[in-house]
């Protein structure tokens, strides 16, 4: 068991968009069934994931509207850095191979856990904590008059600073701005948001009652949605189940539909998730790392980690650098810790040029 190649990793040409970017998210769960979305860009969700609750989490808007997601939706979004850099030397690789190991052993706090934390402990006044990979850049925008953000503006930025020189990550720009006032909701906006609350309640509890506490679920305009395993003899009974209740409480005109994911794979991506979002915090707080994107996919028999670096298929020392990228993720997977994790789970590291050719092969 363990680490695999693979020579070819297929690519999908770039979807046409459309002109309503409501048609174009409604069709993203049909096209991820079909094997239509870009492989190496399945994992990012999770990195935009948390800057987005963190955001969520400081809105006095989003506090009163409930955020309902079907998360097992693979991101559609792959994370780019447009800017090249200079391939360094087999050497200068090699000697920061142990630097990067120790970051993986350590097990740092997340970054944007640690901002927020620290703009709380301050008691700095903020709606809005972003850390970014397209560009590399760290965002917060402060609330208040324009003399409060003139007054804290720098000493934000140093804060910021402070914890990154400590965590030795250097590969990221600070943005600090002043947060623009937020339009309140209308009276049939927050009328939507509390049926829906109302909804979701009902469709949790009967979900509940069938043995399911945490499943991803969504309501759109006239649809519900939730994830069952699909191994779940009682699907169809569930959907009516759900069915009757909103039509016994007169909610209006909803469809129900089901999506249906693997027990085991989605055991195996549970497990995954610590470890891949610490080979990814790694690879791209520091840009001597040349890391432009990485993502995972768990579609197949074994978890596949995609690596999308700067350096070009055509530099002298692009296979070094790729090869030293996989080894050292080897090595922190192979470790007792993180082995204990992975219970035996096959998985590729596939470290790409800028071009999209696999340079470890």
């Known amino acids: 068991m363990g680490s695999k190649r693979e020579k070819n990793i297929k690519d999908f040409s ?34 935009e994931w948390r800057a987005f609750q963190a955001d969520l989490k400081k809105n006095s808007f989003f506090k009163k509207k409930p955020v309902l997601a079907v998360l097992s939706l693979a991101a559609v979004i792959m994370l780019f850095i447009g800017t090249a850099f200079a391939l360094p030397s087999v ?25 927020q934390k620290a703009l709380e402990d301050k008691g700095y006044k903020w709606d809005g904590l972003g850390v970014g990979v397209q ?7 402060i609330v208040g ?3 409060y953000y003139d007054d804290v503006k720098q000493d934000v930025e140093e804060l910021i600073q402070r914890i990154l020189m400590k965590r030795n990550d250097n590969a990221y720009t600070i943005d600090i701005s002043k947060s623009e006032p937020v339009e309140e909701p209308s009276e049939a906006d927050l009328d939507q ?18 043995g399911y506490t945490q ?24 959907k009516k189940a759900v069915s009757d209740r909103i039509k016994e409480k007169q909610f209006g005109d909803y469809s129900v539909k089901v999506r249906t994911f693997n027990r ?10 610590p470890i891949f979002n610490t080979i990814a915090d790694g690879l791209t707080a520091k840009a001597e790392y040349k890391v432009k994107g990485i993502g995972y996919t ?15 298929i055509k530099d002298d020392d692009a296979k070094e650098l790729a090869d030293a990228i996989e080894k050292t993720i080897d090595v922190y997977l192979t470790s007792e810790k993180v082995k204990n994790s992975i219970i035996g789970d096959d998985y590729k590291i596939i470290v790409n040029s800028k071009e999209g050719k696999q340079l470890n092969d």
């Open 298 to 312: 768990n579609k197949y028999d074994y978890f596949a980690i995609y690596i999308t670096t700067n350096v070009s």
């Open 193 to 210: 948001v509390r049926e829906q609350h109302k909804i979701s309640e009902d469709v949790l509890e009967i979900l509940a009652e069938y």
């Open 14 to 47: 770039e979807w046409q968009v459309p002109g309503s970017i409501e048609t174009f998210i409604g069709k993203l769960p049909e096209r991820y069934s079909e094997g239509q979305i870009r492989i190496e860009a399945e994992g990012q969700m999770d990195l």
């Open 135 to 141: 560009p590399r850049e760290i965002s917060v925008r």
């Open 91 to 115: 050497a200068q690789v090699a000697a920061k191979i142990p630097i990067l190991n120790l970051l993986f052993e350590t097990e740092k706090q997340p970054l944007m856990e640690e901002l």
């Open 145 to 147: 008059t324009d003399e």
């Open 264 to 273: 085991a794979k989605k055991e195996r991506e549970d497990r995954w998730m």
């Open 215 to 238: 499943t991803g679920f969504g309501i759109q305009e006239g649809v519900i949605e939730f994830n069952l395993p699909k191994d779940e003899p009682r699907i169809e009974e569930i």
